[in-house]
């Protein structure tokens, strides 16, 4: 679940929440960075429900990303920038412009025993002006607990 707690201005007309699946695939391969630091390339993806102004619409993304991560501290960083499908651009008096947007995504997890992992990922989506300049955008932190297969 996502949270608009604080973000990219201009702000969020109504708090939103997104309630969803969301799906982390590692593609094969890795290399080495300096001090310890491993990198790979994921595949993000999500599908829920997109609260907001009262209103309910699907949310759909999908986007290619990073992650780093540092065995001995148990702890990675993911980056990743892609795309969302909303079924509704209007939650009450926000507007967001069109279907397609933008997003943008990063967080911070800490890889529990027994493939638990933990951790922090703010996400922000817009239309990045395709759709005109009088839109918002939508930020939202999510707290993450997972299972990693």
């Known amino acids: 679940m996502g949270e608009n707690l604080g973000g990219i201005p201009p702000k969020e007309k109504h708090q939103f929440n997104q ?7 590692g593609f ?5 960075w300096p001090m310890g630091w491993e990198g790979r390339y ?3 993806a999500s ?4 609260r907001g102004g009262g209103e309910n619409g699907f949310i759909f993304t999908t986007s290619p990303g990073v992650a780093f991560t540092k065995r001995d501290w148990n702890v990675s960083l993911e980056f990743g920038t892609g795309l969302a499908y ?4 209007h939650y009450n008096e926000q507007e967001l412009g069109g279907h397609v947007q933008i997003i943008a995504q990063g967080g911070i997890f800490y890889h529990f025993p027994e493939n638990i992992v933990g951790g922090w990922r ?4 817009s239309d990045a ?3 005109g300049s ?4 939508v930020d939202l932190h999510f707290l993450e607990l997972s299972y990693r297969f």
Not at 19 to 25: E, K, L, S
């Open 86 to 89: 909303l079924s509704s651009q």
């Open 122 to 125: 703010f996400q922000h989506f």
């Open 28 to 32: 094969p391969g890795s290399w080495e």
């Open 19 to 25: 309630y969803d699946v969301f799906g982390i695939f």
């Open 134 to 137: 009088n839109n918002r955008g």
């Open 129 to 131: 002006g395709l759709y």
């Open 47 to 50: 599908a829920g429900m997109l």
């Open 42 to 44: 994921l595949w993000l």
